[in-house]
């Protein structure tokens, strides 16, 4: 793996020096470092490769990355001080232009984030429909017909495509609630050992406020094998929590109920504004709570055909803005879909 991973960069540098446009250059991040790019389809393999090699093989893909993105940065910088236009030709008569740098919206970039430290521990990322059937968003996921997220207040449903057909009244469709729909896609489709992460937009009619909206984003995640144990569970979050708010970042994990996992938990982790000891951000409790989790349950495994005596796994859900909320501080999620500058500019 190592050695694929330095051929790739040899390669990658090669085709960026030769590169003497913008419109290459963007070809060429997309060709090394695009979701269904050439890193992220060597990083699958990762899988593969025995646990105690996995995350120095993850860190060195990490920095590779970062190595590619640079050196395109350098290289655009370079054609721009040359005066290279799409066009080849520039007329040095002209006014010059200002143009505005710009940045990558703050959600994106913790989505980015996520799926990098998911990546490295052997996931990958997959995705699904925002629209959908009853059955996947909630038979499937073993929530009861009398469950009250099933109910019209907390769910948006659509006009049925098929009309007022009796197949159709019994088909309801609806915007998904959650992206654990796409683990279900992928589970009818795809056999065990799977281990993915469903990153999306989720929709739910809930009143607009500082904390909540009716559109979010999501990224769940699910790891299916013969022998994956709770203590798995607590390993994986704990190491993304450590990784994404910080090392030294302590949590917890208290019980709970959810339709879909048994044993369910809830994961905390120790407030990053008191560091534990009480404030009005964690309501003087030193906890947050930051995501779902659990071990899937026997029906879900049965309603996608697995045989529940010989797979075990675990799944988990977390919200997007809730986890940038704590990271950077910002207390009215409404602050990510306004589209002011001037708080889109802290994050360029």
């Known amino acids: 793996m190592r050695e694929i991973l330095e051929t790739l960069e040899q390669s990658a540098f090669s085709e960026i020096d030769e590169a003497n446009t913008q419109k290459t250059l963007e070809e060429l991040r997309v060709k090394f470092l695009g979701r269904n ?19 120095l093989v993850g860190q060195k893909a990490n920095a590779l990355k970062g190595k590619i993105q640079a050196e395109i940065d350098d290289k655009l910088r370079h054609l721009a001080e040359e005066g290279h236009s799409e066009s080849g030709s520039q007329d040095l008569t002209l006014p010059g232009v200002f143009w505005e740098e710009g940045g990558i919206h703050p959600l994106s970039r ?29 038979d499937a996921l073993n929530i009861p017909k009398s469950h009250p997220s099933r109910e019209a207040f907390d769910t948006f449903y659509l006009a049925c495509p098929g009309g007022d057909s009796e197949q159709a009244r019994d088909d309801k469709w609806l915007l998904r609630s959650q992206t654990s729909t796409v683990q279900i896609r992928v589970m009818e489709k795809e056999k065990p050992p799977l281990r993915i992460i469903a990153p999306g937009r989720v929709f739910r009619p809930d009143a607009v406020d500082a904390s909540h909206s009716f559109m979010f984003h999501q990224v769940e995640g699910l790891w299916v094998d013969r022998d994956v144990r709770f203590s798995d569970l607590k390993g994986v979050l ?111």
């Open 37 to 55: 790019g050439t890193l992220a389809s060597v990083l699958k393999g990762l899988a593969a490769l025995p646990p105690s090699e996995r995350p």
């Open 238 to 348: 704990t190491l993304f929590s450590q990784d994404f708010f910080g090392s030294q970042t302590k949590t917890r994990f208290r019980p709970h109920y959810f339709p879909f996992t048994e044993p369910s938990a809830e994961m905390d982790i120790a407030c990053l504004l008191c560091h534990g000891k009480g404030c009005r951000v964690c309501r003087q409790k030193g906890w947050v709570e930051v995501l779902g989790a659990g071990m899937v349950h026997p029906n879900v495994f049965r309603a996608v055909g697995v045989d529940p005596r010989h797979a075990r796994g675990f799944a988990f859900g977390m919200g997007v803005e809730r986890l940038a909320m704590l990271k950077y501080g910002i207390d009215d999620i409404r602050l990510f879909y306004e589209n002011d500058v001037r708080f889109l500019r802290q994050f360029a």
């Open 110 to 138: 913790v989505i980015r984030e996520i799926e990098d430290i998911f990546i490295s521990l052997g996931f990958r990322a997959v995705e699904g429909p925002e629209i959908e059937t009853e059955y996947y968003n909630f």
